[in-house]
């Protein structure tokens, strides 16, 4: 039996690539992004639940954003895990629903987002070479076991390579679309 299977490279590439698409859409860009707050941890009756189990996150200006908590007694473990998040927000509490306006991102804060935006972009590539690696090293196992030939060996790598280059051209042009994004204002 071939260990080597195509599909599951390119799947696992390409959630590389939308796992990068997540972490990118979490970088504020100076207007309200509901996926901002989806870091948020909270604790509520007990434990730690993630803020979208206890409350509904909408954006109703481009420059703010409304958290309406469910439960009237949470309120307040809400706002302080939004304050403790360290995303450079402060909620304001509105009976059970809180505010939260989007201050304007200074130049030097906008760079320091550019510069998280390529660490992001630098680990997606790094888990694509990771799985092109693992992709090379089944092809030359089924090589060895006999189950395929050198020439069909060397086109699969060359089908891997074209993947990998494939996908890592998408990073990149997802994190350079996030920098101009962030940088714009």
């Known amino acids: 039996m071939a260990k080597y299977d195509k599909n599951d490279i390119e799947r696992r590439m390409q959630g590389a690539v939308e796992s990068l698409k997540g972490d990118l859409a979490g970088l504020r860009t100076g207007r309200a992004n509901t996926s ?12 730690m639940m993630p803020l979208n189990q206890v409350a509904t996150v909408s954006a109703p200006e481009s420059r703010m954003l409304s958290v309406q908590v469910w ?3 949470n309120v307040s473990a809400v ?3 939004i304050a403790h998040a360290n995303l450079g927000l402060n909620p304001m509490q509105d009976g059970q629903t809180l505010r939260i306006p ?17 660490k992001y972009g630098e680990n997606a590539k790094i888990a694509i070479r990771n799985v092109r690696r ?10 060895k076991k ?5 020439d069909d060996r060397k086109r699969s790598e060359d089908e891997v390579q074209k993947l990998t280059d494939k996908h890592v051209a998408e990073t990149d ?3 350079e679309q996030k920098k101009k994004e962030i940088l714009a204002q």
């Open 36 to 47: 901002l707050l989806d870091p948020v941890v909270v604790e509520v009756y007990g434990s």
């Open 146 to 150: 006999k189950d395929i030939s050198e």
């Open 173 to 175: 042009t997802a994190v």
């Open 102 to 118: 989007m201050p304007d991102l200074t130049e030097e804060r906008r760079k320091e987002l550019a510069k998280v935006a390529d």
């Open 71 to 73: 439960d009237k007694g």
């Open 134 to 143: 693992d992709g090379m090293e089944a092809l030359k196992e089924d090589e």
């Open 79 to 81: 706002e302080k895990g």
